[in-house]
Structures are given as structure tokens and as C-alpha cells.
């Protein structure tokens, strides 16, 4: 939107005029949006700047038999802002950088604009900016995702000590039981939802949550000492926690929240549902680790969760690596989801 | 690097270390780099933010016959702060979205990563972080660049009045000769770069050269009514300012500062080189527009342009589209450079 006519100077101008005459007012911290080289904005005094940028790659992060184009729209703002909450911090703008193959329609953007949009609002954050290119391959949306917090309140990955609970909101597993479930035909596909015992996992897959307001809580109230999105899966999360913090971890398979339709979906596979909810990506759930002396601000940020569920799952260790708690005996983690 | 590990766990962390472990020392004010869920960083003090993004895809910007893995990654960042740079910013930081084909090795990764990190350097600016994703299609690199100007110092596209002079920096036309030599074959390659009288147009192709300092000057100097950056050709830029501005505009063919080898080889393939050289995409020059007011003003900047020509080519004009004066008569310029 800010840039190179990529798609050729008429195609490009009337897609992104087409853009902007569908984007709400901006608030009066967005100096200069779509259409000048660069968007133009103020920042909050007195705070930092969270920049993050995610892009969804047709068929490699979805495929669209399984996600309508609303869905994907959706999906990539929302892994993006889940990264901004992730460090306690509130998302701010949008650009959006759409990369759309041959034969993408007016119908398609718009479609795609309705999901981009949805999620935007939801998450109150502006589209201030972007660009279009033409893909001779798969569509792709990459957008990056700026976001303020106050200096002392950034959430990192590398504050965990041993000894630290870890949590996770919601529950665990329902995307990827989701996506195995489109994937094996056996769900009937009306529109973009499924109806039956998968139609949760099945749009978690499609639409997840980012859990904005935990990731805000959690930073404004200092009440975790690491944090991240889970978008890999929780063993991928806690692996990361864990070497980021200089530590090791043990979480406690009685303990985890796994989503229950994913659970009966997964074992109805032969497969073992601890250990595949534990590596099946693309929940968007937050981990984060609490010490001992957080846990009075943690209590007082629990009373404001409005009925999403925050569960402690293991604690932080010295060193030992990662490994669960299992019928009285221990076992090393897989590593998590794999693209390659 | 702060987000999903769309490679896979192992192999993203290995990528990711391998490119963090490649960057220079960060400045103080990138509080938290590649590794976390997103990038963090310190806004300077009274500063607006700027901020840009913009892709190079294989196939539709760049052919891998043509130009080194290098020259993509190094042309993937200069267009970027190229845009910052044309709001009169100076840039800041980068994040890098890497969409990369099956087979794309680590030496692969290396040489991009060289261009990316010369550019990168040349502009002063940071690598905050980014993500990798693996292609099923082309390879992809995604940038988004950010920037800071003082408020009152912004160029904006939209501050041109009738009777503004016109003025473009460098030449135009290079890029798109060079890339035209390129692909008649005409041309002995050797490594990236050819011999001969074209090496300079190709080269422009390859390695453009953004108006860094250009950009700063006429932003802190308040020089120029108007700005913007080539990436489509004059035409399309004149055009761009012009409706931004509500304005018209004339230019003046025998002013118009032509590559020389690209009027030669314009020439030679039968083409007009005046509208080859203002259609020709890619030379990611400034224009910029100067009121009679800004004239002193601008005096002065040209006197430290070090080098760089700045060259008076027309005039914004009370309607009337935008028109080239050739030959003692007018005529409408025709629409720039077309990917579609």
C-alpha cells in the first residue's frame, strides 16, 4: 500500500484505493496511512516499541480446501498479534503485505479483507500500511504487527528461574487435531464449518484466539517472569522458555489441558494424545511462568481472566532438560511440530 | 526469528542461530533482538515512527539467471529504506520475512544474507528480527523497514502546489535497460556482474542505490513541498504526486537525466528512450517538488548532495494530467511499469 506497484501501477492503484475505501477511520495517532511510501505514526511517549512479522504461505499453513479465504485473513493477523501479547505488550498497527497468484479476484481480496479485518478490529489495532506483489505461486499474506508496552512491563522469554510454576491458558491440542481431522476427509466440510464433535478443533484450526488480554494482564501487572505464544506447540514452548531462561523443565502429563475432542480424536488414531497435544502446533495459547513472588500479582491477574481458563502444568528446574511426569516415571520430550 | 517456527523447530532454531549469529552488535536501543516473540525497541524521544514494507518475489522482481542470491538480499532491504528515505526519515530497523524454496541451503542462506547485511549496514540500520517460512513456490524476501523523523520534517506525497518545480535525483531509465540487456541475452555475464558498456544499467538492476541521505537532507532542511521514491518510473511518480497533491504536472523532455548507455540501448532496440526511460520501473531515485519559497532552502541542500545530481525537469501545474513537453508540443504520458 505504501510502496512499489507491484502488480502494475492501474492493478495496483485500484486494489489498494479498493483497500482503503474498506478500512474504518484511523485513530490520530496514524499520521500518514495506506498510500504515501511508508506509514507515518506517533508512538505513545514513555513507551517501548514490539514489532513482530508472520507470514501464512499457501501449503505449508494452510490449504484452501480447509480454510476459506476470511479464515486466512484472519488467521495471519491474529499469529501476529498473538506475538505482540506474548511480550505483554498492546498491538497497535497492521501492514499487510499480500503476495496473491494469478486469477485472485476482487472476490478473493475481499474475502481475505473480511478476515484481515475482523481480526483487526478485534485485536483494535489499524491497518496502516502495506504492499501488494504478484505471486507466481502460492498465495501468501506476511504481516507485521507493532505494538506498545510500558518499559518495565515487556514480558521475555528469558526471565524463568527454577522453581517457577509454568502455565497455560486454555487448552492444548485442538489445532492440530483439527487440522488432522480435515485432513483425513472423515469430517463432513459445509462452508468453513464443520458440524460434529470437531467443529471446535476444526475452526481453532482455522480461527485461532490470540489471548490479547491475558498477554496485556500479565505484562501490566508484572505477574509472569516469561512468556510466549505457543505456535509450535507446548513442548516447543517450554523448550524455548527453558533455554532461553537457563533452565530445565518437568510438566506433569495429569496436568495438561488438553482440549477433549482433540483428546478422543487423537487416541481414535492409535495415536497417544498426551504426547501429540503436546507437540501439535498452532494453538496461539500463552505459556508463562510464574515465581514464587509473582504469585499474589498472578492471583490478582486470574481474577480478571473472564472465564478463559489458566492452568499450571510443571515448574521450571535446574537444568535436566525438558521432560514430562508420567504414571510415577519421567520422559524426555519430543521436539515439536515440523513443516519440513 | 521471533515468531513460528514454520521450518520446523530444529531447523528454524538452527537458521535462526545461524543469522543472529551473523549480525553485528545491536545498538543500545534494541532492548530485545531475534529470539523472543518480537523484536523491542527504545522510540528516540520526540520522534514519529515510519514505517514500510515491501517484497521482492522470484519471478515477478527478480530472475535468479540475473541477479546473485547477494544482489536480491541487498536490492530486498534498498527498496525498503528507499521508501523510508523518501518520507524524509531516517531508517532504523528491519525485520526480515524469508520465504524460502525447498533445497535452499545454508550457503544459499549465507549469500543472501551477505546482500541483506551490506545493505543493511550501508543503511545504518538493524536487523530487530523476523521469520522464516519454507516455500512451495518462489523464493521470497519479504522486508519491513522502520524509521524516525522529527514531525515536522515529514515528506509526504501530497504537499505539491501548482508552479512547485519538479527535480529527480541521478538518472532514470538504467534499471530498466540493464534489466532489459539481461534478458535479450545481448549480454556476456560473468558472475553478477557484466563487462561492457551495459555493466552500469545492469548493475542499477541489480544494486540500486536509495537516496539515503538525499531523503534526510530535504526532510531536515524542509526543502521540498513533496516526495517520493522511483520504483515504477517517473511517469507513475509524477503521476503519484500529482493526484496526491490535486495538482497536474508538465515535464520536459530535454531535461529528463537519461542514463546514456540506457538512451543507447533504448535506441538501439527501436524504443523511444525518453518513454522507455519514464516508463522503466526500478531506479529508486527521488523526486521531490520545491515551492519558490523552498527555493533557498533547497539551494543549500543541493550544496551537500556530495556528488549526486539533482536535476530541475518540470513543473506541477493547475490540472490538466500530467503532460510531457517535447518538440515545441504536449503529450499525455503514458501509465508507468506494468508486472501484470
Known sequence: MNSRADTG???????????????????PSL??????????LTPARGTLQVLTTDAVVEGVHFDRRFSSLSDIGYKAVAVNVSDI???????????????????????????????????????????????ISRSPGPLIVDVTATGSVRPRRVLARSGGRAGDSIYVTGTIGGAAAGLGALKSGAVPQEGALAAGPMAG?????????????????????????????????????????????GTGAI???????????????FAAQGQDPVLSALTGGDDYELIFTVSKKLRGRFRGVEQHA?????????????????????????????????HF
Open 9 to 27: 501501477n492501474a492493478g495496483e492503484r485500484a486494489l489498494i484505493e479498493h483497500i482503503r475505501r474498506r478500512l474504518p477511520t484511523p485513530p
Open 31 to 40: 499520521l500518514i496511512g495506506p498510500g504515501d511510501d511508508a506509514a507515518v
Open 85 to 131: 501479547a506474548a511480550m505483554g505488550a498492546t498491538p497497535e498497527f497492521v501492514l499487510l503485505s499480500l503476495i496473491l497468484p494469478d486469477g485472485f479476484s476482487r472476490g478473493d481480496l475481499d474475502a481475505l479483507l473480511d478476515g484481515v479485518l475482523e481480526m483487526a478490529a478485534q485485536a483494535q489495532t489499524t491497518v496502516a500500511g502495506g504492499n
Open 201 to 245: 478443533p476444526i475452526r481453532r484450526h482455522q480461527r485461532p484466539e490470540p489471548r490479547l488480554r491475558m498477554g496485556m494482564l500479565l505484562g501490566r501487572n508484572r505477574a509472569a517472569s516469561a512468556c510466549m505464544d505457543l505456535s509450535d506447540g507446548l513442548a516447543d514452548g517450554v523448550r524455548q522458555i527453558a533455554e532461553a531462561s
Open 251 to 265: 510438566l506433569e502429563a495429569s496436568l495438561l489441558p488438553i482440549d477433549p475432542d482433540a483428546a478422543a480424536w
Open 306 to 338: 473472564r472465564g478463559l481458563t489458566v492452568t499450571r502444568i510443571g515448574e521450571l528446574t535446574e537444568g535436566g532438560g525438558v521432560r514430562l511426569s508420567r504414571a510415577g516415571g519421567f520422559e524426555l520430550i519430543p521436539d515439536g511440530f515440523t
